[in-house]
């Protein structure tokens, strides 16, 4: 069954405007952690932000921001004044145990 | 500042060849991971190696095996490549499975065509 969920296979969104990407899991697990990771054109993977599921106050960093709702076990990734270096793939993941798993990603285009 | 290094970048197989994909990390981590990344299906997890001297199946394990030799380096093995195994490889680490608030670093990935 798959445990990480990204139902927005593309998104698109004007430059300077926020974009939110959506992320659903499953865990039946207390003690977790989720990721987002970003993987532009050239193929590298990028850790962006983490949040952990004991933390009570969202994750922020710069122009991430994380929008935890753990009873609807969401984890969506936020990007505020989108820029154009933000086109890539963003991938969210879940660390349960000793292994990491990932969604399918959405593609993010920025339009100038 | 290596981090995590894969060779080799590329390569082409026939059906039936074998090769070992080769990972090595310098930060000191417990944890090492293999994955492979298509198209529409993000990133799932071949094998992992929790720590040295361990390693279990993730969510498609068949066709491949893995050898962690030491604390640093971590080989994925193909015995008898099949063109359903043409993707792009990723290893990764991170410092312990214990520490859930450890991201993933990653190597460069290598691409691999089976024909």
């Known amino acids: 069954a798959q445990k990480i969920t990204q139902t927005q296979p593309g998104m698109f969104v004007q430059e300077k405007e926020a974009v939110t990407l959506d992320c659903t899991y499953d865990?039946?697990?207390?003690?977790?952690?989720l990721f987002w990771y970003k993987q532009p054109s050239s193929g590298e993977m990028i850790f962006l932000i983490y949040?952990?599921?004991?933390?009570?106050q969202n994750a922020t960093e710069g122009r991430y921001s994380l929008n935890f709702q753990k009873a609807r076990k969401s984890a969506n990734l936020v990007i505020s004044a989108s820029q154009l270096g933000d086109s890539a793939m963003y991938f969210c993941a879940m660390r349960e145990g000793r292994k990491t798993i990932f969604g399918a990603g959405t593609r993010l285009f920025v339009k100038a | 500042n290596a981090g995590v290094t894969q060779t080799p970048k590329f390569q082409v197989l026939k059906t039936g060849q074998s090769m070992t994909l080769q990972c090595a990390q310098d930060?000191?981590?417990?944890?090492m991971y293999w994955y492979r990344q298509d198209p529409g299906m993000g990133l799932r997890l071949i094998y992992y190696?929790?720590?040295?001297?361990?390693?279990d199946k993730g969510e498609v394990p068949n066709g491949y095996n893995v050898s962690r030799l030491n604390k640093r380096e971590f080989s994925l093995r193909l015995e008898s490549a099949a063109p359903s195994q043409t993707s792009v490889y990723f290893c990764a680490s991170t410092r312990g499975a214990g520490r859930l608030n450890s991201p993933l670093h990653f190597g460069n990935g290598t691409r691999l065509t089976v024909t």
């Open positions: 949040q952990g599921s004991y933390d009570e």
């Open positions: 865990t039946s697990d207390q003690s977790y952690g």
């Open positions: 930060m000191n981590h417990n944890s």
């Open positions: 190696s929790a720590s040295e001297g361990t390693t």
